[in-house]
């Protein structure tokens, strides 16, 4: 007659598992993952920020040639108006 092994004789042998050890390791991988998902979005939003950065910077100087362009023609057209 065989007997049922003991409940330590199980999980020493990794046949039967503690409940409370296998959801810590889940758990623990389930964080893993998450952490590792939230640090690639920040490095996501740290390459968007860089991109606005620069875009900026550009419309930045457009605006500045368009100003100096505005200038210019304002200062002909008042030169062509004293002309005539």
């Known amino acids: 007659m065989s007997f049922p092994p003991a409940l330590d004789e199980l999980?020493?042998?990794g046949t039967k598992a503690d409940p409370a050890t296998g959801s810590?390791?889940?758990d623990a991988v389930k964080k893993e993952n998450i952490v590792k998902e939230?640090?690639?979005a920040q490095d996501d939003l740290r390459a968007l920020l860089a991109r606005v950065n620069a875009v900026?910077?550009?419309i930045d100087k457009l605006t500045s040639g368009?100003?100096?362009l505005q200038m210019y023609?304002?200062?002909l057209?008042?030169?062509m108006a004293k002309r005539r």
């Open 73 to 75: 023609i304002d200062n």
């Open 77 to 79: 057209t008042m030169q």
């Open 11 to 13: 999980s020493a042998w």
């Open 56 to 58: 900026q910077g550009d």
């Open 66 to 68: 368009n100003t100096t």
């Open 38 to 40: 939230i640090m690639a």
């Open 24 to 26: 810590i390791v889940k």
